[in-house]
């Protein structure tokens, strides 16, 4: 277990290319200071996914910009020429904040939750969005909104984006003013009406956790259908390759940051889809580019392609994990 633990840390510093060179990259995402530090150690190229959250749980009041513009500016310069992705604050559903109460709600999920606080609570927002531009004068930044279901949200996210641009014209800051602006595409009405979104950012980023939770509606905190949450049934695929292909269709980048992404499984979707940006937790970052170090990109396409033929869960994941060659 230790041996393999050192060797899998030697991959740190490499690139992870197919045996026949399809290049990924590996980005990690991170929820606090400490797994940013195992980002680095082992190797993740950039930031990914920053859970902004952490900076506002366990503390009696809402970090003030100057608290997040530390936070954020650490980030950003530790990453070097590595972009950072901000996604702005996701609370609702399973997340709560003391001092902020949420109302009860019947299904949190379906809830109060992520941009749509957000766009309640402006004051809240644009303080979050000031820090992280005046990150950007650090180094590589980009913004992402989380649960964004309509091109209606990403035009109100910007407008208070906008505002924030010239306030901090106004005093002075300096900051990236071409900085990227994503979304997170986790909820179905975002897969589904992905090319009209895609004409109005410049990435998408998949969430699978939730994504396949409101595919498939089934909460993925309850234990009771943990059996039914299942991130290779042929309606999530499809979900994937709906996105994948709109963002291809708009020349923006899209990359995975779900928990599909540190799944070695799933790298003959990403083949077959054409995907090489995933972000994925740092403990998974060496064991994945171990994987992508032992296999062809080309068949693992052939078996993703496969894959899109099979009429149920079951089949596929069968093909996935005949793949023994991968494991580690
Ligand atoms: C996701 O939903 O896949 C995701 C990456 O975001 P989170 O797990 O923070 O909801
Ligand atoms: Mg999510």
């Keep these: 277990q230790k041996r393999r633990k050192e060797q899998l840390q030697l991959l740190a510093a490499e690139d992870a290319v197919t045996l026949d060179g399809m290049h990924f990259h590996l980005a990690s995402n991170i929820s606090s200071s400490k797994e940013f530090e195992l980002a680095i150690k082992h190797g993740a190229e950039g930031v990914g996914l920053f859970r902004t959250e952490f900076i506002y749980m366990d503390r009696a009041a809402l970090p003030s910009e100057e608290e997040q513009y530390d936070i954020y500016r650490r980030v950003v310069e530790h990453a070097g020429l590595h972009s950072v992705v901000i996604r702005t604050l996701d609370i609702g559903g399973d997340k709560q904040l003391e001092y902020f109460p949420l109302p009860e709600e019947e299904n949190p999920f379906l ?138 269709a708009h020349h923006i980048q899209v990359s995975v940051c779900g928990e599909m992404a540190g799944d070695e499984r799933a790298l003959p979707i990403w083949s077959y889809l054409g995907v090489s940006h995933l972000s994925m937790s740092p403990q998974a970052l060496l064991r994945v580019k171990h994987s992508i170090l032992n296999i062809s990109a080309k068949e693992e396409a052939d078996i993703g392609r496969s894959c899109f033929t099979c009429r149920t869960t079951s089949e596929i994941e069968e093909l996935l994990s005949a793949r023994t060659h991968l494991e580690v």
């Design 111 to 248: 809830g109060y939750r992520a941009i749509r606080i957000s766009l309640d609570r402006h004051d809240l927002f644009k303080t979050q969005l000031t820090a992280i531009l005046r990150a950007s004068a650090h180094g590589s930044v980009k913004i992402m909104y989380p649960m964004i279901t309509s091109v209606e949200e990403i035009r109100s996210a910007n407008q208070i984006l906008a505002e924030a641009m010239a306030d901090l014209d106004r005093r002075g800051i300096s900051y990236d003013k071409e900085i990227p602006v994503g979304i997170m595409i986790e909820v179905p009405a975002a897969a589904a009406s992905a090319e009209l979104l895609a004409a109005e950012c410049d990435f998408f980023s998949i969430g699978t956790n939730d994504l396949v939770q409101y595919v498939l509606a089934v909460d993925r905190m309850n234990e009771k259908i943990a059996h039914l949450y299942r991130p290779f049934h042929p309606a999530v695929l499809r979900m994937l390759k709906m996105t994948v292909d709109a963002a291809r």
